[in-house]
């Protein structure tokens, strides 16, 4: 169970267009989503927290405008990357948690990753 | 920032040799967790310490969570091949929603030589 999935695996766009990258939960419902960056050799740096229906927070140094995150539903979350530039080239991950008892650990799940490569 | 430094960054040994990686911060953490990345692929939970102190044994794998909460180590016990990855520990905050924040470590990239 906990399975997350990420949508497309890797995608090649042109500098100046729009990327969406999708985050579903397969098997649970996910009241919070987590996107994170990963560039080569690099640990992950957490971009945005969001929660179903309200707007992400974003960690300092993230342009909201220029990632924007859409949490519709409790099993999907959108990451659009505006207007991408070659150095918005990343991995993307994204991870998803669900509210557990008072006092439990909301344990996230991550899903496999997004290549994106501007050209 | 909280900001939670591994050693060493890489780590190349021989098969059936023991090593340890350690992470450390100054800042306190609720919980800290040890996650192994594949290449290509998103990291996957080894283990969650809570409390100052605590040891969890993982079959060959030993962490530990420091008394103040602000360290960790994890040792491996004769290392197989397998165990070839980016080992990447977490620090657990509480975020403004109640749900858990985590800053990740700078990475151990370890490799294991057969």
């Known amino acids: 169970g906990a399975v997350v999935s990420q949508h497309p695996s890797w995608v090649i766009c042109k500098s100046g267009t729009s990327v969406k990258i999708e985050c579903r939960s397969l098997?649970?419902?996910?009241?919070?989503m987590f996107w994170y960056r990963q560039f080569p050799k690099q640990s992950l740096m957490l971009m945005a927290t969001?929660?179903?229906?309200?707007?992400?927070?974003?960690e300092q140094g993230v342009e909201k405008d220029k990632f924007l995150i859409n949490h519709a539903s409790l099993t999907l979350s959108t990451l659009t990357v505006t207007s991408a530039h070659p150095e918005d080239s990343s991995f993307y991950i994204c991870?998803?948690?669900?509210?557990?008892?008072?006092?439990?650990?909301?344990?996230?799940?991550f899903g496999p990753g997004t290549r994106l490569t501007v050209t | 920032t909280q900001l939670l430094e591994q050693s060493p960054q890489f780590l190349s040994i021989q098969e059936g040799e023991n090593l340890t990686v350690y992470c450390n911060s100054s800042?306190?953490?609720?919980?800290l967790q040890w996650y192994r990345q594949e290449p290509g692929e998103g990291p996957v939970l080894l283990v969650t310490?809570?409390?100052?102190?605590e040891v969890k044994k993982l079959k060959r794998l030993t962490f530990q969570f420091g008394d103040a909460r602000k360290d960790s180590s994890l040792h491996i016990t004769a290392a197989q091949p397998g165990d070839t990855g980016l080992y990447l520990c977490?620090?657990?905050?509480?975020?403004?929603?109640?749900?858990?924040?985590?800053?990740f470590g700078t990475g151990t990239r370890l490799t294991i030589i057969p």
């Open positions: 800042s306190v953490f609720s919980s």
């Open positions: 991870s998803a948690s669900y509210s557990r008892l008072a006092g439990g650990l909301n344990e996230q799940y």
């Open positions: 098997d649970f419902q996910a009241t919070t």
């Open positions: 969001s929660n179903e229906g309200s707007k992400a927070t974003y």
């Open positions: 977490a620090g657990i905050l509480r975020s403004n929603f109640g749900n858990e924040k985590l800053t």
């Open positions: 310490v809570v409390t100052g102190g």
